[in-house]
């Protein structure tokens, strides 16, 4: 991919220039390189991503397949910055301003997006759920012949999954009732129907209390973009800038992330952060948040915030179109319309097959740059002891 064989011989480069003796003033060129370098693989890289999110085939914005590569990009951009702030520099710089504030905000950001990657990955969990639930009516409704006891089975278990859905944002009992009470008319089938909920509600809590019950996504994620605030002046050539970029990505990814992916406590999400929009390696960053915002308000309209995440999306609206065929139902079917429930069925077999394929790897991501970054806060927080050190000696 260009995008990591650009940062080999970025990476490289800061390498060599390392173990070169090089006059102050050429060094300080270089390091004006390398930050111009550095903003451009960045606009790039989410010029990229934004030109994927409009994928109308299946992976688009949002897609298990996109959230991999905005992955893919955070560990790229991450891997430079980490070599722009350490490479070839005085530990002691660090200890100075305007790095000496810079550094430790970044950090508790980073401490912050810990968090939201342990909740994120356990939510991947939650997903999997969906996805074995949605398996279990589409193996149902493929049977041929196709009778009662099939759509039975496929109708509780696509009840299963609405009352997931729902119970995961903790929307209000009477609105979910009227979006998924089908059916749901005599007093059998109410108790039925609560029988499940009980179950369901359960099988969440299970899945979901990785993380203290006070815990909040939303508000992690505003905590994380307070303080966000780009360098000025002389600032914005110097090495407070690529701490600010990778600030925003973080920031960024991590709200990505919580938008899509159904964890603890979404509620009070933010649609918007402050980005510049004079920064030209923003661009892209700021487009696709202006996407994703449209997305959580449109769905929010709808009371419908179990995750943005196009795959559950997708099960979410196949299944209300097949509960609502489940519910009509009647020996031997219409054949027109037997057809038309096989393409859906077909279209959310798919979706499984993409989940089952897309969910693990997209999980082992998310751990991935959780050590990634751990091990660079350890990197970060060794170079500033040895500068304390070295100050130390000479004073």
């Not at 970044?106 to 997903?127: I, P």
């Not at 074995?132 to 089975?153: F, M, N, S, Y």
């Not at 815990?215 to 002046?233: D, E, F, T």
């Amino acid at each position: 991919m260009p995008a990591t064989d650009n940062q080999g011989s970025f990476l490289n480069r800061i390498s060599i220039r390392r173990n070169q003796v090089v006059s102050m003033d050429g060094n300080h060129e270089q390091e004006l390189e390398d930050l111009e370098l550095f903003q451009k693989h960045v606009a790039d890289r989410f010029a990229d991503l934004l030109s994927q999110s409009e994928d109308t085939l299946g992976d688009g914005l949002l897609s298990i397949s996109w959230l991999r590569k905005l992955l893919d990009v955070f560990l790229c951009c991450e891997a430079e910055y980490k070599a722009i702030l350490l490479l070839g520099r005085d530990p002691s710089q660090i200890s100075k301003p305007p790095l000496d504030k810079l550094v430790p905000e970044f950090h508790d950001r980073v401490v912050k997006a810990l968090d939201v990657c342990n909740a994120v990955s356990h939510a991947v969990e939650t997903v999997r759920n969906y996805q074995k639930l949605a398996e279990i009516a589409v193996t149902a409704l493929e049977q041929r012949p196709i009778g009662d006891g099939q759509v039975r089975r496929a109708k509780k278990a696509l009840n299963s999954l609405m009352i997931l859905l729902e119970e995961k944002e903790g929307s209000n009992h009477k609105s979910t009732e009227r979006a998924w009470s089908f059916g749901r008319r005599s007093t059998n089938a109410t108790t039925s129907s609560s029988k499940d909920r009980a179950t369901s509600a359960s099988q969440f809590r299970s899945l979901s209390w990785s993380m203290s019950r006070g815990w909040s996504a939303a508000k992690q994620i505003q905590a994380m973009s307070s303080n966000l605030v780009a360098p000025r002046g002389g600032e914005s050539s110097s090495p407070a800038l690529p701490v600010y970029i990778m600030s925003t990505i973080t920031v960024f990814v991590m709200w990505a992330l919580v938008a899509a992916i159904p964890c603890q406590e979404r509620n009070g999400l933010l649609t918007h952060f402050p980005v510049s929009k004079q920064l030209g390696w923003a661009q892209s960053i700021i487009a696709l948040q202006e996407k994703i915002a449209e997305e959580w308000k449109k769905k929010k309209e709808k009371n419908r915030l179990a995750g943005l995440l196009e795959e559950t999306q997708r099960i979410e609206k196949l299944g209300v179109s097949l509960i609502e065929f489940a519910d009509s139902f009647q020996f031997p079917p219409d054949a027109d319309r037997l057809e038309e429930v096989a393409v859906q069925v077909a279209e959310l077999g798919e979706t499984c097959k993409k989940m089952e394929e897309g969910l693990l790897p997209l999980q082992q991501q998310i751990r991935e740059v959780f050590h990634r970054v751990v091990r660079s806060r350890t990197e970060v927080l060794d170079l500033l002891d040895q500068g304390g050190k070295a100050t130390a000696s000479i004073m």
